[in-house]
């Protein structure tokens, strides 16, 4: 079935770029999600690609795919304290449902 | 536009009450959710509804029922509570526009003792 994978905890120091993996398993994806999380919060989109595209930036945003490999990453240039929060990575079909990975816990050294 | 709302936030059970949390939207959305998030798992879809008037399962289920009241409102039951239902539980909306966006209530923290 559909899954979505990513590992539960990074740490970097402020100042530094943040680097999130994930990868997916179906290859019919035709959007790729990164979803955040803060304390408390419910899930907001941070951003997203179409699966037809290789990399889309956004300020201190980066996400690259590599759809061969079925491989999403989220670059987060310059990292600061208020980016520490839960980081989901998520894909659809387009369709009424959108398979969320397990988060990743991003921790933000000052 | 308060986005979607969800009540209450906090909620402690014993083991068999019932309870229902309520879930409201205010964006005209046609899809509605129920997920619920646990340590380590992530987000588990547990019921959603295409549009009003249609409800379907999602991937956890058992123990719960939904009602699509109207357009507005998507209300999660549990009938007889127990220690495992213990979570964090989001309501979700979602119009099917370009990008498909899932907008996300605060959360109800339901601990079943």
């Known amino acids: 079935g559909e899954d979505v994978e990513q590992s539960l905890f990074l740490s970097v120091r402020e100042g530094d770029s943040s680097v999130i993996n994930c990868t997916y398993t179906?290859?019919?994806?035709?959007?790729l999600y990164w979803y955040k999380q803060e304390p408390g919060a419910g899930l907001q989109l941070l951003t997203y690609?179409?699966?037809?595209?290789d990399m889309k930036q956004d300020q201190r945003l980066t996400v690259l795919l590599n759809k061969k490999d079925k491989h999403l990453s989220l670059r987060i240039a310059d990292t600061q304290t208020g980016d520490s929060a839960i980081y989901f990575c998520?894909?659809?079909?387009?369709?009424?449902?959108?398979?969320f990975g397990a988060g990743t816990r991003l921790f933000v050294k000052a | 536009n308060a986005g979607v709302t969800q009540t209450p936030k906090f909620q402690v059970l014993k083991t068999g009450q019932s309870m229902t949390l309520q879930c409201a939207q205010d964006?005209?959305?046609?899809?509605m959710y129920w997920y619920r998030q646990d340590p380590g798992m992530g987000l588990r879809l547990i019921y959603y509804?295409?549009?009003?008037?249609?409800?379907d399962k999602g991937e956890v289920p058992n123990g719960y029922n939904v009602s699509r009241l109207n357009k507005r409102e998507f209300s999660l039951r549990l009938e007889s509570a127990a220690p495992s239902q213990t979570s964090v539980y989001f309501c979700?909306?979602?119009?099917?526009?370009?990008?498909?966006?899932?907008?996300f209530g605060p959360g109800t923290r339901l601990t079943v003792l």
């Open positions: 509804s295409a549009s009003e008037g249609t409800t």
């Open positions: 979700a909306s979602m119009s099917l526009t370009l990008e498909n966006e899932q907008f």
């Open positions: 690609i179409f699966s037809n595209m």
């Open positions: 998520a894909e659809s079909h387009g369709g009424f449902k959108t398979i």
């Open positions: 964006m005209n959305h046609n899809s």
């Open positions: 179906d290859s019919s994806s035709t959007y």
